[in-house]
C-alpha cells in the first residue's frame, strides 16, 4: 500500500473568496481533513472558512493541540498528533491539514509536518501556499508592506521591549503580531522615538466588529482583542489619511 | 457619471491555479484591464497568468513604467500613467492593475495608487491580495518562514552590506530579495558569520528551469537570475535536508 501524502493548506485570512483554486481542487481531492484545535470543542474558523466553498464529506481527524508553556508536554501533544496522522496515511489516504492564512508564516503546520517526518521520513508533503493575515490587513488599510529598496520586518508583539526597539530602529516597515495585550509597550516606545504618526493600529481585519486607526494616541490603555496588529511604517508621508 | 473604482489585484507569483476566487470575479467584472509594463515590447507575466483563467474581454491599457533611476523622470512617467488611469475612471469604468504577486509587497500597485489619489483624492480604491512570492518559494522548499515568537526580515539584497548585516545578525529568519547578482556579497556575510548551513538559494521559483539548494557554498561565483531569493534561518537544525 502506497502512504498517503500529508498536504499543508493555507485558506486564507478569512475572507472564503481569499481562497486559491488550487486549494479548493485538493481539498475536492483528499479524503481526511486534519483539523487543529487549540480546545476541543472550540469550532475551527478554517474548517468554517472551507465548508461554505468546498462541498466534499471528509473524514474528519481533529488534532488537539493546546496553547501550553510547558515544552515537554507540548512536545507529546505533537508526537500524538503525528502519530494520528501517520496511521491515516499508511492507510494510504491523502491527508490535508488546513490553516488559517498561510502554512509557512506562523503556523502550526511546519510543526506537525516535522513531527511527522521524524517518524517517517519518506512520507511526501506538499505546501499550498495561502494568502496571510499580514497582507489582507494591509489591503484593508491600503498601505503597502514595503516599496522599493525598503525593509519590512514581521515580529510578534511578545518579544521583548529592546527586541522590538531595534526592529523600529534600524527598519523601514515593522508589523506587530498579536499586539492586543502589547499595545502600551509598543506605544510607548513610539512616543519616545517620535513615530506615534507613523502608525497604523488594526483589530479584527475581517470580522465584522474590525477597526483600524492611524491616530494611536487615542488608543493609550484601551484593551484589545488579540487578533490585533500594528504596522509602523516610518517612511509614512503626509499623504498618511 | 460616477468615477469607476480602481482596483489592485494580486494575481499570485505564476501558477494559475494560486489565484484566488475573488481576484477571478473582481477580473470578470471590470471593463478596463491595466498592465504595467517595463518595456513596452514585453509581454506582461501578470496577463498572461490570468488569461488561462478569465475568460473576458478586457479594454487594455498598458502603462509604461520603466525600471530608471533618474527619479525625476520616473516620477514623470508616473504623472502620465495616473493620468491614463483617471481618464478611464472619468469615463465611469472600473479598472483593476494587475500585479505579480501582492500589490503591498513590492509591487508598483501602492505607488499608482498614491499617484490616482493625487489627482482625485475621492477615487475609490480596492485592494484584493495575492500570494506573494515569498510564500510560494517557503511552501516549494517546504521551510517555515517564521514559527512562534521567531522575526522574519524581508530585504532586498541590493541594500548595503552593513543593513543586510545588521538584519542577519539581529533577527531569526531573512528573506533577501532580488539576490541574483547580490550573491557573493551575502555569501561572504555569511561565511564570516559562520551561517553558511543555514540558509537556502532559490533561483526562478514557479519556472521549468527553477532549483533551489540548501548547499550554499557551491553556488560562489556563480551567476543567477535576477529572479533569485536567499532565505537564512539561523534556527535551522539538523533536520535539514
Known sequence: LKIGKLYGIGVGPGDPELLTFKAKRILEKVEVLLVPKSKMEKRSLALSIISGVVDKDWQILELLLPMIKDKEELQKHWQQA?????????????????????????????????????????????????????????????????????????????????????????????????????????????????????????????????????????????KFDYLSTMIIKKGLGDGKK
Chains 1, 2 share one sequence.
Open 82 to 222: 503525528a502519530k494520528q496522522v501517520f496511521d491515516v496515511l499508511q492507510q494510504g489516504k491523502d491527508a490535508a491539514f488546513i490553516t488559517l492564512g498561510d502554512p509557512t508564516i506562523y503556523s502550526t503546520f511546519t510543526y506537525l509536518m516535522k513531527y511527522v517526518q521524524n517518524l517517517e521520513p519518506e512520507v511526501q508533503v506538499e505546501i499550498v501556499p495561502g494568502i496571510s493575515a499580514v497582507n489582507s490587513i494591509s489591503a484593508w488599510i491600503k498601505q503597502p508592506l514595503a516599496e522599493g529598496e525598503e525593509s519590512l520586518v514581521i515580529i510578534p508583539a511578545i518579544n521583548e521591549k529592546d527586541e522590538i526597539e531595534k526592529a523600529i530602529d534600524q527598519f523601514d516597515n515593522i508589523v506587530l503580531l498579536k499586539a492586543g495585550s502589547q499595545t502600551n509597550k509598543v506605544l510607548e516606545i513610539l512616543e519616545d522615538k517620535d513615530l506615534l504618526d507613523k502608525g497604523f493600529y488594526v483589530s479584527r481585519c475581517g470580522f465584522k466588529d474590525g477597526f483600524y486607526t492611524s491616530n494611536l494616541k487615542e488608543i493609550f490603555n484601551k
